[in-house]
T-cell receptor, first 111, second 114 residues
Framework: DAKTTQPPSMDCAEGRAANLPCNHSTISGNEYVYWYRQIHSQGPQYIIH???NNETNEMASLIITEDRKSSTLILPHATLRDTAVYYCIVRGFQGAQKLVFGQGTRLTINP | NAGVTQTPKFQVLKTGQSMTLQCAQDMNHNSMYWYRQDPGMGLRLIYY???????DKGEVPNGYNVSRLNKREFSLRLESAAPSQTSVYFCASSERASSGNTIYFGEGSWLTVV
């Protein structure tokens, strides 16, 4: 699976959009980009995933660059409950049973 | 909709004792997984079951055994617990063990071995 790079920490004001970047420059054509978050050692919570196109669901939007080497997770109106560690994961056919969690980005939403 | 349910939530064991962590999912998923997470670290795959009747080792299988009891249930057994197995254990499931199928996690089981 391709390696991902995320900033270790970010801050965002409550009510503003939180934009979390992820670099995955070695991604291959059949690998998906997944985003999970973990709130203080609770179970990882699935947020969104995509292959090539931008995706949106009730939680977030995922913007993948045309060359697929990077992506951005957007939480449109961040709340205090969005404070968590966010993980960007690239997942391919080989070893698809395994999610490789890196260090993630610790997002803090400030009042 | 409960999703993935794990029991027990907390457990303290003495070195050498055995125990089984239970996991059940109600999403009719074919694939199930056991991960562990140590403090400040990412999750590591212990074992997984791609479908009922099959199990395979993950990254860190030593000291553990698993049983896929039926499509819903996947248990993890520690035969002789060691302090190095102190960790948070997460069970997970997905429709299939393929890259386009989302993996959903339970809330975790906190295990301390003294």
């Amino acid at each position: 699976d391709a390696k991902t790079t995320q900033p270790p920490s970010m801050d965002c004001a409550e009510g503003r959009a939180a934009n979390l970047p992820c670099n995955h420059s070695t991604i291959s054509g059949n690998e998906y980009v997944y985003w999970y978050r973990q709130i203080h050692s609770q179970g990882p919570q699935y947020i969104i995933h995509g292959l090539k196109n931008n995706e949106t669901n009730e939680m977030a939007s995922l913007i993948i660059t045309e060359d697929r080497k990077s992506s951005t997770l957007i939480l449109p109106h961040a709340t205090l409950r969005d404070t968590a560690v966010y993980y960007c994961i690239v997942r391919g056919f080989q070893g698809a049973q395994k999610l490789v969690f890196g260090q993630g980005t610790r997002l803090t939403i400030n009042p | 909709n409960a999703g993935v349910t794990q029991t027990p939530k907390f457990q303290v064991l003495k070195t050498g004792q055995s125990m089984t962590l239970q996991c059940a999912q109600d999403m009719n998923h074919n694939s199930m997984y056991w991960y562990r997470q140590d403090p400040g670290m990412g999750l590591r795959l212990i074992y997984y079951s791609a479908s009922e009747g099959t199990t395979d080792k993950g990254e860190v299988p030593n000291g553990y055994n698993v049983s896929r009891l039926n499509k819903r249930e996947f248990s993890l057994r520690l035969e002789s617990a060691a302090p190095s197995q102190t960790s948070v254990y997460f069970c997970a499931s997905s429709e299939r063990a393929s890259s386009g199928n989302t993996i959903y996690f339970g809330e975790g089981s906190w295990l301390t071995v003294v």
